[in-house]
């Protein structure tokens, strides 16, 4: 049963043809003894299992006869003649409004140089992976062949019936201002050149911090910069708009100073920070300087310069790959020194990606017409706000060993941090309308936020009524594992978030030097209750209280007294008995039936029983409930009916209606074995009286979950489509296709849910997120009335 149960899940919920499985086993490891590894490494990535780094997926079916008639002829026609009537509803019947141009000619790639259009092909893939990954934004990489800037921007204005959104890139300076210039001036749609304004938003985000750290103004620093390309005139362009006065910057290039009456390797743009009248160096110029930018080459600058800047200077040494100076040698001349760079194994890495996806998605939800000055200052405020909050649980795990808490080597987020979708992209649409460029206005931006954080969070969304009714009451939720860093994290979240109340067990010394350690502000006492298991006042109360439930059950004085010293999962459940606590979490580590036997021992009565375990699978194409995983091996009939009605009352609780299929190893009493009697069984006791659910059984995993299966040999089914919980008579089968749908499937776990001991406890499991813990302390916190 258990094989079988896991073969039907796979089949139905996982896509891939057995030819691409083959292929995604390739192994990297057998060329570790290449001496070309790392060049091997990435040429293997671009090649295996198919070339390149995108594909092209439809979104409507595409099945039959019927499909190919709406999605071309004739059907295709009547989408034609909306948008001819009214050209602004192209964003609604076709991909426009989520799709993004990436357009260079390899003139300035990377640190490449003018490589040429089709060699730069695989850098525009992957700035259109970037887009997909960070901000669901569909993408299109266009490499042309054309190094007449007026000529390349003709092409690119000509494809704005294409496209939503152009983000320039990788074109040489001063050709990319004068396509970016003309674009603006004749496309209704966003232009921007990453490597200008991307560059320019994050080095902006990055110096805001880097002020509030070293307790300076934009209107009090002197800056120089080396590098007057694109991206370092951009940055300085953003600097005065952030208050940096215009007399108090100084830019050089590898001709030294840029003043007035220079002729060689001039621009326009350089021209505009033109200071003084003679030639002059870096050397001579740094002294008393605040802020050092750099967008240059390496080794630009020395450390005996840096010793001439300010006290605690700020260096941006943002060259790659080898930056202006190396952090080790302004350290050894300026200890107190602020440093940023543009690699990823230093700290406080100035990334493009920190802002170029969200600028766009917000851009583009609201129909701007341009990205303009307030959105970009709206992208930096984002930015920076976040670097100074705490820190992202996902975005902890993502950077083990990394200092994550806000200050001099934390100034920007990481870019793994799930937040800057809502964040970022939100400040840039709430911008956007506010300046006027907006054709589609959101009504509400707290909401907008909140489907963003959904699009990331994948479980945000089924959680939204579970959080809801968790918001009506306010719940004291006891952790039995304080001292885990997830459940700081959580109990950090629930403080943001939630109206409850985190209580932890563990060591305060242990607790308050880990929040320090995850760059946590939450303070014992204050933010939370701490109940130490080595030394607390209650610890007579709590040991009387177990002794006098379990002596008749074999406990003596001495023994109570030893599991309430140790056993943080007792002592919670001992917080919920004496009603100290409203709920209880445990299960970060352990094995699941040991926490299970003391929460039965102390919180189990008559009404109040363990049912089952309830997992919530959040997968592609929607949720699926999977039960019982955990606490009956091999459950009767009563108990597998039990759980079924369990299962209905809590699928109720995320929005869904439920439709529950018996699953076993018997298909609608095609085989008389174990499993099938007693899913049989259930069935005859779910039917023995009214049911305000559907439910259907016994069968297989694929006849649940695909509806022409199932109406082949049983045409007479009691619900249509697919099944979205499934309670199996045998536990080892429920947890094979919860944890392959976990691993193999991509589906993100919600519980698991204890049934029947009426929300006062629940168990998870050692591999649960924070996240995942931030998601059950709502389930935890939701009033018993309301639990059904």
């Known amino acids: ?105 390899g003139s300035a790639v990377l640190g490449l140089g003018n490589i040429g259009a089709l060699a730069s092909k695989p850098v525009m893939e992957g700035k259109a992976v970037l887009f997909k990954k960070f901000a669901n934004i569909d993408c299109f990489d266009i490499e042309l062949n054309e190094n007449n800037p007026e000529k390349l921007a003709d092409i690119v204005c000509a494809m704005e019936p294409s496209f939503g959104a152009i983000n320039l890139e990788d074109i040489k300076a001063p050709d990319c201002f004068i396509v970016e210039q003309i674009c603006r001036e004749r496309m209704n749609i966003p232009v921007f050149h990453d490597d200008q304004h991307g560059t320019a938003i994050v080095v902006g985000a990055a110096a805001t911090n880097a002020l509030r750290v070293t307790g300076k103004s934009f209107d009090q620093i002197k800056v120089v910069s080396t590098g007057g390309g694109a991206a370092g005139i951009a940055c300085l362009n953003m600097l005065l708009k952030l208050g940096v006065k215009r007399e108090n910057v100084w830019l050089c290039d590898i001709e030294g100073l840029v003043y007035e009456g220079r002729e060689t390797e001039m621009t326009p743009q350089k021209a505009a920070y033109a200071q003084g009248t003679k030639p002059s160096t870096l050397d001579d110029v740094i002294e008393a300087a605040d802020l050092f930018l750099g967008l240059s080459g390496p080794g630009v600058l020395k450390p005996e310069m840096v010793a001439k800047m300010s006290k605690r200077p700020i260096i941006f040494a943002l060259a790659n790959p080898t930056p202006e100076i190396m952090p080790d040698e302004v350290r050894a001349v300026a200890p107190d020194a602020i440093i940023a760079t543009g690699r990823s194994d230093f700290p406080n890495q100035v990334n493009n990606v920190l802002c170029f996806p969200f600028i766009f998605r917000g851009a583009l939800d609201v129909g701007a017409t341009e990205i303009n000055d307030a959105m970009q200052l709206g992208c930096i405020e984002g930015i920076a706000a976040l670097a100074r909050a705490t820190t992202s649980a996902e975005a902890a795990a993502a950077y083990k060993g990394e200092q994550l808490s806000f200050g001099e080597d934390y100034l920007i987020p990481k870019p793994f941090d799930p937040r800057l979708m ?33 699009s990331v969070f994948r479980s945000a969304l089924i959680m939204r009524p579970v959080f809801e009714a968790a918001a009506t009451a306010e719940r004291r939720i006891v952790f039995a ?153 091999t459950p009767t009939s009563e108990q597998i009916a039990e759980s079924v009605c369990a299962a209905a009352r809590h699928v109720r609780r995320f929005g869904v209606e439920p439709k529950i299929a018996l699953c076993s190893y018997s298909q609608f009493g095609n085989h008389d074995g174990d499993s099938g009697r007693r899913a049989r069984g259930a069935l005859e006791i779910l039917d023995s009286r009214p049911r305000d659910f559907a439910y259907e059984g016994e069968m297989h995993v694929d006849a649940a979950l695909d509806m022409d299966v199932r109406q082949h040999i049983f045409p007479d089914a009691r619900f249509d489509g697919p099944a979205n919980a499934l309670v199996f008579a045998n536990a080892d089968a429920a947890s094979a296709v919860r944890n392959t749908l976990k691993v193999k499937g991509g589906g993100l776990e919600v519980g698991p849910i204890l049934m029947g001991m009426g929300n006062r406890a629940h168990i998870v499991t050692p591999s649960i997120t924070a996240r995942g813990l931030l998601n059950m302390s709502a389930v935890a916190g939701t009033p018993v009335a309301k639990y059904g």
């Open 481 to 633: 594992e304080g001292e885990d860093e997830r459940v700081l994290r959580t109990a950090n979240a629930m403080l943001e978030e939630t109206t409850d109340a985190p209580i932890l067990i563990g060591r305060p010394d242990v607790i308050a030097q880990r929040c320090e350690r995850a760059g946590l502000s939450i303070t014992a006492g204050k933010d939370f209750q701490i109940v130490n298991p080595e030394r607390d006042d209650r610890y007579r109360e709590y040991w009387g209280a177990y002794h006098q439930i379990m002596a008749r059950k074999g406990t003596t004085p001495d023994l109570a007294k030893a599991i309430l010293r140790t056993n943080t999962t007792a002592i919670a459940a001992i917080m919920v008995h004496l009603e100290q606590a409203d709920s209880m979490i445990a299960g970060t580590f352990g094995q699941y039936l040991w926490h299970l036997n003391y929460i039965k021992q102390i919180l189990g009565t008559g009404q109040l029983h363990p049912v089952g375990a309830l997992s919530l699978m959040i997968l592609q194409d929607g949720p699926l409930f999977i039960a019982d995983t955990h606490v009956h091996n």
């Open 422 to 454: 809502g964040v970022v992209a939100s400040a840039v649409a709430k911008a956007a309308m506010e300046s006027g460029v907006a054709t589609r206005p959101v009504d509400d931006i707290a909401a907008y936020k909140k489907t963003l954080d959904g």
């Open 1 to 105: 049963m258990i094989a079988q149960a896991v073969l039907n899940a796979l089949r139905c919920l996982l896509y891939g043809s057995p030819e691409d499985s083959l292929k995604l086993n390739f192994s990297l490891e057998d060329t570790v003894s290449d001496d070309n590894y790392p060049r091997k490494r990435a040429l293997d990535y671009h090649e295996f299992p198919k070339p390149g780094k995108l594909e092209i997926r439809a979104t409507k079916p595409m099945a039959n006869g019927r499909d190919l008639s709406l999605a071309y002829s004739p059907g295709v026609a009547e989408a034609c003649l909306e948008i001819k009537k009214d050209p602004s509803t192209a964003s609604r019947y076709t991909a426009r409004g989520n799709l993004v141009a990436v357009v260079s000619n």
